[in-house]
């Protein structure tokens, strides 16, 4: 059984750049979350998709959007890139929206300069 | 508003001793309570959860949380610290609903002295 991964581990980018973050979920997952870390914080909720369809989304700016893919892989995308962007984005997964356990990545370091 | 507070920035605890990293919690409803420990530039990692039933839930690694309905609380312990715990730890609350997202403290840092 494997875990969730998430690609690129670290990634520099300039402000106002889009940038694409990438999450494959564990076996068996249809559910993905992507949250957002900043540096001394707790993750904050981004949003979910189940099936394909966005689930929820937290309080981030459209300029965040996401995908997800038949094979419940997943994007997200974010427009416009600004300084306050920069932080760990973590993607985590699970079965169904009912919560059965959430496995999370390793995360993906993103820095805008 | 689903809420969880993690009232410690940082928890000192000499080797050997016990241990225990506090949080309490705020939610309309029944509380799904979990811990996740995350180490420097890692993703987060499953301790434990509570859901229903016994008030002591034991997890990984030899942590256990206790759940205190009237307090509010879920607190982590662990009987006997070891270096290797020294890590940065959340405590999360599920808010319910078609999403059950998962609302986490702020963390604490939990330093563990030889």
């Known amino acids: 059984e494997t875990g969730v991964t998430q690609s690129p581990t670290h990634l520099i980018k300039t402000r106002g750049q889009q940038v694409t973050l990438r999450c494959s979920s564990q076996s068996g997952h249809n559910t993905v979350s992507w949250y957002q870390q900043a540096l001394g914080q707790g993750p904050q909720f981004i949003f979910q998709y189940y099936r394909e369809e966005e689930n929820g989304r937290g309080n981030f700016p459209p300029r965040f959007s996401g995908l997800q893919f038949p094979n419940y892989s997943s994007e997200l995308n974010v427009n416009a890139l600004e300084l306050d962007d920069s932080a760990l984005y973590l993607c985590?997964?699970?079965?169904?929206?009912?919560?059965?356990?959430?496995?999370f990545g390793s995360g993906t370091r993103l820095t805008v300069v | 508003a689903q809420s969880v507070a993690q009232p410690e920035d940082q928890v000192n605890v000499a080797e050997g001793n016990p241990l225990t990293v506090k949080c309490t919690y705020s939610v309309s409803g029944n509380p799904y309570l979990f811990w996740y420990v995350q180490y420097p530039n890692r993703g987060l990692q499953f301790l434990l959860k509570?859901?229903?039933?016994?008030?002591l839930v034991k997890g990984s690694y030899g942590f256990e949380a206790e759940f205190n309905k009237s307090q509010t609380s879920f607190h982590l312990k662990k009987p006997s610290a070891l270096v290797s715990d020294s890590a940065l730890y959340f405590c999360?609350?599920?808010?319910?609903?078609?999403?059950?997202?998962?609302?986490f403290g702020t963390g604490t840092l939990l330093a563990v002295q030889p």
């Open positions: 509570y859901i229903t039933g016994d008030n």
């Open positions: 999360a609350v599920i808010n319910g609903g078609a999403t059950n997202k998962l609302i």
């Open positions: 985590a997964s699970s079965l169904d929206r009912v919560f059965y356990g959430y496995t």
